[in-house]
């Protein structure tokens, strides 16, 4: 594969399903939720009390769309009050390494981006 052959993939018909997956993985919540489930598994309430701002339908929303892709799993126990609990999958926890390396370029970046976006509102 070329340097660039990767980028190929992401454009066209070709990159539907790419960029689909990579719209719900790179969206406000997913990463968030994503991180704190690395620490174990959760409760819904203790994800939300984890996870400052977000609300329960976005929270359902999030849980939802990582179970129906095989990054999270979700038990029911049948119990009164019921119980719910989340765990990330095998794929769910192979989303960490490339997250971390994301948010390091962020990290690095940040005093060159806070620059740009100065000088470009200055103009």
Known sequence: MSQYEHTCMIRGDGGQ??????????????LLVVATLDQGT??????????????????T???????????????????VPPRVEYTLTPVGKSLIPPALALA??????????????AAYRSR
Not at 42 to 59: C, H, K, V, Y
Not at 61 to 73: A, I, P
């Open 17 to 30: 399903t790419l960029r689909a997956i990579l719209d719900q993985i790179c969206n406000k919540w997913t």
């Open 104 to 117: 390091g370029w962020a990290i690095e970046h940040v005093p060159h981006i806070e620059a740009s976006r």
């Open 61 to 79: 929303l999030t849980l939802r769309n990582l179970e129906r892709d095989g990054l999270v799993n979700r038990k029911v126990y049948a119990e």
């Open 42 to 59: 959760l409760r819904f309430t203790d994800l939300a009390q984890q996870i400052p701002g977000i609300s329960q339908r976005m929270l």
